[in-house]
């Protein structure tokens, strides 16, 4: 495989588990990670810990196995020479075929090398689109037809600056997992409320994570209110069935 990110030179790997560098602004070696190095690696993804859930979670489940098992892989490491053989950049090739991509400029070169190590397809690529796009392009797909193209709006929220909800706090509300025999009361709520995105079909068989607990019967929305005032003209007009 001959790599040359940002058209810099690169050295050809003859080995697919050769070390190999290329030089650009920096010069940077580029390996496979293995076992005992988890830490180095989880040093460097903290630092970006809300662009990195994926691989810091396969990191922590898996290590750096690579044996085909679910959420194992091959990881692949760009050291700075000149920063002390510091991690500056990370991208992993995954047992479903995903690529996952941590942020940084190095990532096209990686992501080559990652494949070239697996000898597998490329299923998929996840991570920053700025990387993703560029990665793609690297590996020759970019005119290859994918199923699903999103750029997703990332969201990050510092625990520091979280602030609980005055009915938590104040123990109007708790907040808890469900048992068993609290399902199907659940359920029911749910599709009371007349939620678009959930009801009993839709939840039937999940597992849900959190329910809450109230001292006094809390008040619907009032767009439920009218989509239910509706309901009930619809079928004394029409006589539908009045079940959702």
């Known amino acids: 495989?001959?790599?040359?990110?940002?058209?810099?030179?690169?050295?050809?790997?003859?080995?697919?588990?050769?070390?190999?560098?290329?030089?650009?602004?920096?010069?940077?070696?580029?390996?496979?990670?293995?076992?005992?190095?988890?830490?180095?690696?989880?040093?460097?993804?903290?630092?970006?810990?809300?662009?990195?859930?994926?691989?810091?979670?396969?990191?922590?489940?898996?290590?750096?196995?690579?044996?085909?098992?679910?959420?194992?892989?091959?990881?692949?490491?760009?050291?700075?020479?000149?920063?002390?053989?510091?991690?500056?950049?990370?991208?992993?090739?995954?047992?479903?075929?995903?690529?996952?991509?941590?942020?940084?400029?190095?990532?096209?070169?990686?992501?080559?090398?990652?494949?070239?190590?697996?000898?597998r397809r490329v299923g998929g690529i996840l991570g920053p689109h700025a990387e993703v796009t560029r990665v793609r392009a690297a590996l020759g797909l970019e005119a290859t037809a994918a199923r699903f193209v999103s750029k997703e709006i990332l969201y990050a929220l510092a625990l520091e600056q979280l602030v609980v909800p005055l009915p938590l706090s104040n123990g109007d509300v708790i907040a808890r997992a469900p048992s068993d025999d609290e399902m199907a009361a659940l359920l029911e709520r749910v599709d009371a409320?007349?939620?678009?995105?959930?009801?009993?079909?839709a939840l039937r068989g999940r597992r849900i994570t959190a329910t809450c607990t109230r001292s006094r019967r809390p008040q619907r929305h009032p767009l439920h209110r009218r989509k239910e005032r509706r309901r009930a003209a619809l079928v004394r007009r029409h006589r539908v069935p009045a079940h959702r």
């Open 1 to 119: 495989m001959t790599s040359s990110p940002d058209g810099n030179e690169a050295a050809r790997v003859s080995d697919r588990a050769t070390a190999f560098a290329y030089r650009g602004e920096v010069t940077v070696t580029i390996r496979r990670l293995v076992s005992g190095e988890e830490g180095v690696a989880e040093a460097y993804l903290v630092t970006v810990p809300e662009r990195t859930l994926f691989l810091r979670s396969n990191l922590a489940r898996a290590g750096f196995a690579g044996d085909g098992r679910p959420f194992s892989g091959v990881y692949a490491g760009a050291f700075d020479d000149n920063d002390d053989g510091a991690l500056a950049g990370l991208v992993a090739h995954f047992w479903n075929d995903n690529i996952v991509v941590a942020p940084g400029p190095h990532a096209e070169a990686l992501a080559l090398h990652a494949v070239a190590l697996t000898g």
């Open 193 to 201: 409320a007349g939620a678009p995105w959930a009801g009993p079909r």
